[in-house]
Structure formats: structure tokens, C-alpha cells
């Protein structure tokens, strides 16, 4: 090679190595101190968690707020990476779970075994992170787990160990063993432990537990596109989500129907409010328009949601005893088996097409009340 050429050659290598390293430290990874820091901080939680657990599982969930929460100007969404890497958990295998928090919440981290039950609970305490975060620690040594955390407890919380303790359970739910967040840990956990499909799971962890509401909303959407499917990319849906409950949240990440992209309208109806129902609309599940995107014209669906199907036939009406969560947690984890079978507990109550002019925000305008106009209300 000529002198020339070998020195071009070793000026673009440097150059290709600078930019290597910016885009790197960019993007958030080892370079970035931050980064470092939240890895630190998953492997001491995670070898904390193995010794409360008396080992290292191999089949394991991990749940965290973490991608959702803010320390001032610091994330610590990093920490995701850093679990996967204690864990092996990942979000393609949906086994390392995203739970939806607003920002200020406290971080927390669950690191659960599937096999045996047992669940680590972790909670970042906010200010040492922060103080440590401003001095640019990258690692922790010299820095104690009780510095760290301000709670780290393991708990059995496999569904069928619950049930078989449930006075024990429930006082442990009284005393806020997991911070308030004892029933969407263990149903979510317990949900994904059960193989809940991917698209479900998107809709629970949004929600930020799993309950018979958000399972509603789910079944509604697998209803409505077997009822009233999109037939091309330009169709599309309209949900008058009135009376309001849990279902939104699942309507949304299933169907995209958010409000913000005119998607959905979502009208809250009081006790007064319900009691003008006609007796057959006393079980409804909203309004759902279907447009086609080339004509432009529109037809919907008015449905019905019986809840106490499920409870007749899961048996559950009959266990009056049980305590709420109790009866929550068996509720749902009989629902997983039933997801393919919205018809149980949906009926459509009225169908009917939009005339020449109308579109389904003509439904929602102000002072317009879709539900007298539709004839539904006394």
C-alpha cells in the first residue's frame, strides 16, 4: 500500500471509531454513565433477589414501572436492559413486562420464579438514586442494599399458594406488603405465567393490572371484529365508550382507537344516568361505528356486556365468602381459558347504518346525547 494511501486509510479508521463511539454513547449505551449506573443497580437487586429466593431461577417473569418513571432529569429505563441481562427475561419471549405508571411514581422491580412461586419486590429509594446519579456513580461498591432500597421483600404469589392462603394473603394485602400494588402484581404475573396472549398482555400492562373490566375490553374487541371486521387499510372505527369502565384501556392498544386520533368518545354515565336505560339496554357496552374509508358511509353496532355470565359460569356466584381480590384473581384466570369465546357475554342489542350526511361524530357534538337519539334510554 502507498505511504499516501495507508495514512488515508488510518485517518478514516480513527474517524470511523470517533463516530462509532458518539453514536454509542448516544444512544444510551455503556458509554452513557447513566447507563452504567441502572445496570449497577439490577444486578444488586438481582443478587438480593436470589438470596431471598435461596437461588437463581431459570424460568422467570420480571415486572417494573421503570420505562414509565422519571428521578427529575434522569430515566432509568436503562434498568430494563439491565434485567434482562440478570434474568434472560426479554420482551419478545413476554416475559420482562412493562407497567404502565405516571412518572413521579416510586420504582419498583419484581423478579418472580414461575416454578416455585416466589417474588422479589424491590423499590428504588428515590433520592440516593439521585444523589448517586448526580455525582456520576457508575458503580455501586461501598453502597449497601438498605442505602439503595427502601423495601426489598420475597413473598409466594402463585395463584393456586394464594387461594390455599388466603387469610394469610389477605392480611398481607392489608398491610401493604407491596406498597398498594399487591392485586396488579399478582394477577399480572399470575396472567403471564399462564401464557395470556401478547396482545392481551399489551392491554393489561397498560392498565396497569388485570381484572375482569380490561378482560371485557378485550373480548369487545374480538367481537367486534368478527361482527363488523375493517375490510381494507382506509376502513375504520368510532367507539362511543359509554357507560365507562375499565374496557378503554383495551379498546385503545387493541384497536388503536385513541381519543386523541378521533377514535373514540368516551361519555361517563352516573347511577342516575343508568337508571333511564331501557331494561335490555341495562347492560351496555357502548356504541361502535365501522367507516368505509372510499364511500365514506358509516354502520355501527350498539352491544351489551352481561358480567354475571361469567361468574354463573365460572361457579363464582356461588363462593359468596371469598374475599374481593380472592374472587378478582379466579375470576380473571378463568376468563384467560374463554378469551376465543366473546359470545358468552356480548349481545348486540341494535345495528343499524347512518343516513346520507351523518357521520359518527355526529353522534358525540355538543348537546347531542347519542343515546336518546338511538332510542336506548326511558
Known amino acids: 500500500m502507498l505511504p499516501c494511501v495507508r495514512k488515508i486509510f488510518s485517518v478514516l479508521l480513527v474517524l470511523s471509531c470517533l463516530l462509532w463511539s458518539a453514536n454509542v454513547a448516544w444512544a444510551g449505551q455503556p458509554a452513557d454513565k447513566g447507563y452504567l449506573f441502572w ?82 419486590y424491590g423499590v428504588v429509594n428515590k433520592e440516593k438514586a439521585m444523589e448517586l446519579l448526580d455525582k456520576g456513580v457508575t458503580d455501586l461498591k461501598g453502597v449497601t442494599s438498605p442505602e439503595l432500597f427502601s423495601k426489598i421483600v420475597c413473598e409466594n404469589i402463585k395463584a393456586d399458594y394464594l387461594f390455599a392462603h388466603a387469610q394469610a394473603w389477605d392480611n398481607k394485602i392489608k398491610e401493604k406488603v407491596f406498597d398498594g400494588n ?68 383495551a379498546l385503545q392498544t387493541l384497536l388503536n382507537t385513541t381519543p386523541g386520533k378521533s377514535g373514540m368518545a368516551v361519555l361517563p354515565m352516573d347511577n342516575q344516568a343508568k337508571g333511564k336505560l331501557l331494561p335490555e339496554a341495562k347492560n351496555l357496552a357502548g356504541i361502535y361505528f365501522r367507516t368505509d374509508g372510499k364511500t365514506k358511509k358509516s354502520e355501527a353496532l350498539v352491544l351489551t356486556f352481561d358480567f354475571a355470565k361469567g361468574a354463573a359460569l365460572s361457579g363464582l356466584d356461588k363462593q359468596q365468602n371469598l374475599p374481593e381480590w380472592e374472587k378478582k384473581v379466579k375470576t380473571v384466570l378463568w376468563e384467560l381459558d374463554n378469551l376465543d369465546k366473546p359470545e358468552l357475554f356480548i349481545t348486540v342489542l341494535k345495528r343499524f347504518e347512518l343516513k346520507e350526511g351523518e357521520t359518527p361524530m355526529s353522534y358525540v357534538q355538543p348537546g347531542v346525547n347519542p343515546l336518546e337519539r338511538l332510542g336506548l334510554v326511558k
Open 39 to 120: 445496570n449497577a443497580v439490577t444486578k444488586k437487586l438481582s443478587q438480593d433477589a436470589w438470596k431471598l429466593m435461596g437461588t437463581k431461577p431459570d424460568n422467570m417473569i420480571v415486572l417494573t414501572n421503570g420505562s414509565y418513571v422519571k428521578f427529575g432529569q434522569y430515566s432509568p429505563q436503562a434498568a430494563l436492559d439491565g434485567l434482562s441481562k440478570e434474568t434472560g427475561c426479554t420482551t419478545g419471549k413476554g416475559t420482562l413486562l412493562e407497567v404502565h405508571a405516571a412518572r413521579t411514581s416510586p420504582l419498583w422491580f419484581v423478579l418472580y420464579d414461575k416454578d416455585s412461586g416466589k417474588a422479589v
Open 182 to 249: 399487591e392485586f396488579r402484581i399478582v394477577t399480572i404475573v399470575n396472567a403471564a405465567a399462564k401464557g395470556a396472549p401478547a396482545d392481551f398482555m399489551k392491554g393489561v400492562l397498560y392498565h396497569d393490572h388485570f381484572c375482569p373490566g380490561v378482560t371485557s375490553g378485550y373480548l369487545l374487541a374480538n367481537f367486534l371484529e368478527r361482527e363488523m371486521p375493517l375490510r381494507s387499510a382506509s376502513d375504520s372505527y368510532f367507539i362511543i365508550s359509554s357507560p365507562v369502565w375499565c374496557k378503554e384501556d
